[in-house]
């Protein structure tokens, strides 16, 4: 992994936490430097205004960490209050993934809900954040 790729998490509010939660999918990658990746936000605006099916985003750290960055934690701030809803961070490295369900940095309120070797869409079937 030697560039650091973004993907947006879509499914649908109430939905994806009941059941079959393989209906979200990731979409709309996106590279950037090694370690930085920008994305077009006006589209992650236009969708979630349009549909409101952003849970949150995946993203890979080729150093190998796991742990949200500061540009992570600072830029999910951003989408949670633009949002006004928790979303989901989920790093992955070469080998694992973590997943972070992400309320509020300022106060601190992001944990890690989920670790193992990747499969990023079982994590949606043990938390109903947003039923």
């Known amino acids: 992994m030697k560039k650091e790729i973004c993907y947006i998490m879509l499914g649908k509010q109430g939905a994806y936490?009941?059941?079959?939660?393989?209906?979200?999918?990731?979409?709309?990658?996106?590279?950037?430097?090694?370690?930085?990746?920008?994305?077009?936000?006006?589209?992650?605006?236009?969708?979630?205004?349009?549909?409101?099916?952003?849970?949150?985003?995946?993203?890979?750290?080729?150093?190998?960490?796991?742990?949200?960055?500061?540009?992570?934690?600072?830029?999910?701030?951003?989408?949670?209050?633009?949002?006004?809803?928790?979303?989901?961070?989920?790093?992955?490295?070469?080998s694992r993934e973590t997943a972070y369900l992400v309320s509020s940095i300022k106060h601190k309120k992001w944990q890690a809900v989920w670790s193992k070797k990747p499969f990023v869409y079982k994590i949606f079937r043990h938390f109903g954040v947003y039923s």
């Open 17 to 94: 936490f009941i059941g079959d939660v393989y209906r979200g999918r990731l979409v709309k990658k996106v590279t950037g430097k090694p370690a930085l990746v920008e994305f077009d936000g006006q589209w992650v605006l236009d969708r979630e205004e349009k549909k409101g099916d952003i849970l949150g985003f995946w993203h890979t750290h080729p150093d190998g960490t796991l742990k949200p960055s500061e540009r992570d934690l600072r830029t999910m701030q951003a989408w949670i209050s633009c949002f006004d809803k928790p979303l989901f961070c989920v790093i992955q490295n070469t």
